[in-house]
């Protein structure tokens, strides 16, 4: 009996890599326009697979809208294959919404021509996140196919992939992967002699036949396959050649037995080795300004906006074109090579301006719906919004009119009543009126009235400021009128009132903002204020710091050597860090001056400049670092009331190249494994990785927005990129069981090249050698990360952190109708029991859409009540909005379990 062979045609296409989006593009309109002409044409060529992914249909109908109806039929027709994914994300760099969101338009976009490939299609992604058979399970996809990050452990085609809550799905493993038949010869005896070589190389990867992935990057449908197969069939008995789609091949091995199912390797969890495909793990780290856009825009969308138009707005509908628009800029950005930022400098441009235009829409978004909520509210004075699920208090920082300092508040700032007031002669007053060019007088302070009174002893010229220009009018003219009566009154004096009202800003604590609700402000008295201890330390009785003078690190709780700044060489590039061969780490600054940025019992800033020489550069010739920088680094630790979160902000101006530098935490307690938030879960890592003959297994991992090992939790903005090292700083790559006592966290990585062509780490390139100037960083940079005990709630502090409760204030001088007492609050949503991932609306009932998961590895009752306490009913649904369950207030979310419910009557 002869063997199937499957061809599967199809191409890899990278939307923007080492060529623009808009270059790229007019490729792909040429390859799909000879696609569907060589479709029509051959009906041998059967099918072809559009790779996985919605963006090249639509990139292709922007320029060829009249194609549309063509590929409508080729896809009905099974000849075109399409979805499921919008694009091909990368899957640790992007938030578990977002690789949601991107499935979901996938799916959306391919059912609006013939429906979508049945296939979770993951063949690029570098590596795979520990749900996403979870995910893909609840879009209906039973069956993978993976390529990258695949432990050595699986050693045949296929194997069991399996989530933390134990959704599992049957991976196809493209061992050598998606273009392992891009290079097949035309000659039908030689295709004959290929294939024989695959099948006698890897035979054990493919028992029941060998899978051809007939393409790879950018590569075009070869015209002549369908004949060539015509003619290996009539040729050879062994092999049995077709054309065929990924379903089909996947549809064929599915027909397997139970028992071959259950005998089947089990992978539970992430996958990322190196064993036998470069995973390219220094994408976590490059580029730190793309990483932090991301995160920002993710938290804007997903915390804020979303939140506030979907349960605070009076309207929610009028807004959700604009999230749609906002979200696919996101889901765009998600694509490997532009959220990886393994690209050239015109490419990661693009992708930082389609990250700040989603960010805007979500800023307009969510100030619109506070607006409202100003306006509405019927609180006079000011109150507090939290958009998180979580009840919460916290520090806000409120604008107040008058000078009073309320009890509880400390003083941040103040706009004193009297801008300036002062009696001239003529000439200085018109020396001091000739500097009046605009209505603008500050970066904050704009003239909106001013006159000039002929009294009998004096000229009395009235300036009325505030913070808001209020009205316009031209300068000159003023300007003129009051030289001319100060030139028509030389014996006056000249007396000048500048006024503004008065405005105090103070920060305070407020006590239990409920979740997805509000609350009037009211101060909080701190039960544990800040306070200074010796010359250099603050303490809130929950935590303290105390810097070192002689190397600006400093003690927390007791415990020496946190944030110790280290700069080493990186001779790597956009895909991998990798020393040069004659390093040189700098770890100890030249000097260190420390001083109070702000001193109160609410919140205390301590500063510190750390004075360090850096090499500049690394020398090619020698591959050593050459060269001095010097370099100021400025660190700010925030303490404020009550909270156990030690806050820093660290900045510089880079004006080194080829480099890393590193912050690094004790771990108190050593450990052998680190506890990082990845999509929808935590994920426990060990201290090394499984490297390959290609890669070298660095164990610098991703993390979402916290990383915890021994006895501490360090949170971050956009910092991905963390390792657990021994206490000489080196990595486990000698083998050693450990423990570690150090954890390294990324705040810059810097190379000149896309990709070179060899390092000590990576010997085979990941792409063109381009060298390039933006990835080496050259530029103002400001980095923000955090401290805590482990022994605290991650996700409370995270939000503590990354999710500022909102401020919206009712004028004082005017009550809303109906206003309520001052105390008032209101819960719009209250959720418990879980996480909430997001607020959404359901695209066809309008209805609210809450997504929930379970980080933990015990069962929880979630509870779901309305704003009248009443609990809410609804159905639970998968992905795609399909019900699968009653829900009547209450369910029960297994460990590591991700659900969403629609609700009824919100």
Excluded at 183 to 190: F, G, H, L, N, S
Excluded at 717 to 745: C, H, I, K, T
Aim: glycine share 8%.
């Amino acid at each position: 009996m002869s063997m199937p062979v499957w061809i599967v045609p199809h191409t890899h296409w990278d939307r923007e890599w080492y060529r623009s989006f808009q270059y790229f593009r007019v490729h792909l309109v040429d390859l799909v326009d000879a696609l569907i002409t060589l479709l029509e044409r051959d009906p041998g060529f059967s099918t072809f697979m559009l790779d996985g992914q919605m963006a090249v249909v639509d990139d292709y109908l922007e320029i060829r809208p009249h194609m549309r109806e063509s590929l409508e039929r080729l896809a009905r027709e099974g000849r075109l294959t399409m979805g499921p994914w919008y694009i091909l994300m990368d899957e640790f760099l992007v938030s578990g919404e977002t690789i949601i969101r991107n499935l979901q338009l996938g799916i959306y976009k391919a059912d609006q021509f013939a429906g979508h490939l049945e296939v979770g299609y993951l063949p690029d992604m570098f590596g795979h996140i520990a749900q996403m058979p979870q995910i893909l399970s609840q879009a209906g996809l039973s069956d993978a196919v993976v390529w990258r990050g695949v432990p050595s452990q699986v050693n045949t085609g296929r194997f069991r992939w399996t989530s933390p809550d134990g959704s599992s799905v049957i991976a196809q493993y493209l061992i050598d992967g998606y273009g392992n038949g891009s290079a097949v010869p035309k000659d039908p005896e030689d295709f004959i002699g290929f294939i024989e070589d695959l099948a006698g190389s890897r035979g054990a990867y493919y028992p029941d036949g060998i899978l051809l992935m007939n393409g790879t990057d950018h590569q075009k449908p070869k015209d002549w396959l369908s004949r060539t197969l015509e003619l290996a069939n009539q040729n050879c008995q062994d092999f049995d050649f077709r054309i065929v789609s990924l379903e089909e091949v996947i549809g064929h091995v599915g027909s397997r037995s139970k028992l071959e199912t259950a005998s089947m390797t089990e992978i539970t969890g992430e996958l990322r080795s190196s064993a036998r495909a470069n995973l390219l793990m220094g994408v976590a780290s490059n580029r730190v300004d793309v990483k932090k856009a991301a995160s920002l825009v993710e938290r804007e969308l997903e915390r804020r906006a979303e939140p506030l138009v979907n349960l605070f707005s009076r309207d929610p509908t009028w807004a959700q074109s604009f999230l749609d628009s906002a979200w696919k800029l996101v889901i765009e950005n998600s694509a490997h090579d532009s959220i990886c930022a393994c690209s050239v400098d015109e490419v990661v441009n693009s992708v930082l301006d389609r990250f700040s235009q989603a960010r805007e829409i979500a800023r307009a978004l969510s100030e619109r719906v506070l607006g409202e909520l100003s306006r509405s509210i019927g609180i006079t004075g000011a109150s507090i919004i939290n958009t998180s699920h979580r009840t919460r208090g916290g520090l806000v920082v409120v604008d107040l009119p008058g000078t009073e300092i309320p009890s509880g508040c400390q003083l941040i700032s103040s706009r004193p009543p009297i801008l300036l007031d002062t009696t001239l002669q003529g000439p200085q007053a018109k020396a001091l009126i000739g500097e009046f060019k605009s209505q603008q007088i500050g970066s904050d302070t704009y003239i909106n009235s001013i006159t000039c009174q002929v009294e009998a002893k004096t000229l009395e010229i009235r300036v009325l400021a505030s913070d808001i220009l209020e009205t316009e009018f031209p300068v000159a003219p003023i300007r003129q009128d009051i030289v001319s009566k100060i030139d028509s009154n030389p014996d006056k004096a000249v007396h000048i009132l500048a006024t503004q009202p008065p405005v105090t800003r103070v920060a305070s604590l407020v006590d239990a903002v409920p979740g997805f609700g509000y609350r009037s402000w009211k101060p909080k008295t701190p039960e544990h204020p800040v306070v200074q201890i010796g010359p250099h330390g603050l303490s809130n009785g929950l935590v303290s710091v105390e810097l070192d003078p002689n190397d600006g690190t400093f003690s927390w709780n007791g415990h020496p050597g946190f944030d110790q700044i280290v700069d080493e060489g990186d001779h790597g590039d956009t895909y991998n860090f990798s020393p040069p061969q004659h390093d040189v780490r700098v770890s100890r600054p030249d000097s260190v001056s420390i001083e109070f940025a702000q001193l109160g019992p609410v919140k205390s800033v301590i500063r510190t400049h750390r004075l360090f020489s850096w090499p500049e550069r690394i020398d090619e010739t020698g591959r050593a670092r050459t060269g001095q920088v010097l370099v100021d680094l400025t660190t700010e630790l925030e303490i404020r009331a009550d909270d156990p979160l030690v806050r820093i902000t660290t900045r510089w101006k880079n004006e080194s190249r080829d480099h890393r530098v590193r912050t690094i935490f004790p771990l108190i307690t050593p450990a052998y494994s680190s506890q990082a938030e990845c999509a929808f879960c935590v994920v426990e890592r060990p201290l090394s990785n499984e490297g390959g003959p290609t890669e070298v297994g660095l164990a610098t991992y991703p993390s979402r927005r916290f990383v915890s090992s021994g006895a501490i939790t360090v949170f971050h903005q956009g910092l991905l990129e963390y390792e657990l090292v021994s206490d000489d700083l080196n990595s486990f790559l000698d083998g050693r069981p450990g423990p570690a006592y150090l954890m390294a966290l990324t705040l810059l990585r810097a190379t000149g090249f896309l990709s070179r062509v060899e390092m000590s780490y990576r010997p085979l390139p990941a792409g063109p050698p381009i060298e390039m100037d933006g990835s080496q960083m050259l530029e103002d940079i400001q980095v923000s990360y955090a401290l805590a005990s482990s022994t605290y709630n991650p996700y409370e502090l995270a939000d503590s952190f990354l999710v500022p409760l909102d401020v919206v204030v009712c004028p004082y001088d005017h009550d809303p109708p109906n206003a309520r007492p001052v105390d008032e609050s209101r819960q719009l949503l209250k959720i418990d029991g879980c996480e909430v991932s997001s607020i959404t609306r359901d695209r066809d009932t309008g209805l609210v859409t809450a997504r929930m998961f379970n980080p933990t590895s015990t069962p929880s009752q979630v509870t779901i009540s309305n704003e009248d306490n009443k609990p809410c009913q609804g159905s639970l649904i998968d992905l795609l909005g399909r019900s699968t369950g009653e829900f009547t207030g209450s369910t029960i979310l297994g460990p590591h379990k991700i659900q969403t419910v629609r609700l009824f009557g919100l």
